[in-house]
């Protein structure tokens, strides 16, 4: 079924409205990158509560590109929702100073960053009666393309069913500037990291791969259905198996009849009056 951004709108904006009423939040709070995930997630956000009830927060590292806080601003005010920023430079260097002996490295020092802009968005979240808005779509939820417990942790992600290639055309429908949706996707981790780099192949075939795996099919399937190379499906295959702790972070024996992350059900509401 081929993909419409007009009734994937409708769907997204409807689902933040009632979801924040339900939840008796105040509005919502999310990073903003500069990247073209958190643009739409802002959008949509703004259509569903209105500008006054959206908070971006502008989160850089001493080493993170100024083009992209440049970027996040840009979008705050094309939207016209509040924004602010908060320097995490020092929030992360107080990490690795209290971790002398196990003082992170490699991806582990890059995987603070996220991390310490989640504290922050979940202080202002607290603080203002707010949900905190997660920026992952499936593109990056299925392959683990995230970090654990920092972009990895949210109350909701809005497009955390639309692949990335769907985000693109979602984020041209409701009008996000062409500087955001033309850009390379980079998580920001580093100078010069870009996701299709890091992953080793283009958005547009991971999609079609991926989208052949939802559909139930195994690897040599994919890759016939899906016109890419075997090799190239099997690896996508053992980064979505490999990310699978991440999307499921609850890892609990069962010991009950009704486990937390398993089978909970939530007991239901009393009818008032």
Known sequence: MAFDPEAARRQLVDFLRTYGEEAGASGY??????????????????????????????????????????????????????????????????????CPAHRPTGMGAHNVRPRARMLVLYAHAAATGRLVLGTGNKSELLTGYFTKWGDGAADVYPI????????WALARHVGIPDAIVEKPPTAGLFAGQTDEGEMGIRYADLDRVLAEFE???????????????????????????????????????????????????????????
């Open 29 to 98: 709070v999310l990073g903003v990158s500069g990247g073209i995930d958190s643009a739409l997630v802002a959008a949509l956000a703004k259509e569903a509560v209105g500008a006054e009830r959206v908070l971006g927060l502008l989160l850089p590292h001493a080493t993170s590109d100024p083009q992209d806080a440049a970027h996040g601003e840009m979008v705050c005010r094309h939207l016209g929702i509040p924004h602010e920023r908060v320097e995490i430079t020092r929030i992360v260097s107080a990490v690795e100073e209290a």
């Open 160 to 167: 955390g069913d639309l692949y990335k290639t769907e985000v």
């Open 215 to 273: 559909g139930g099919h195994d690897a040599a399937t994919v890759a016939r259905r899906s016109g890419m190379p075997l090799e190239t499906v099997r690896a996508v295959e053992r980064r979505i198996l490999a990310g699978a702790h991440k999307r499921n972070p609850l890892v609990i024996p069962k010991m009950g009849f009704r486990t937390p992350g398993w089978d909970w059900r939530e007991p239901r509401r009393r009818a008032q009056g």
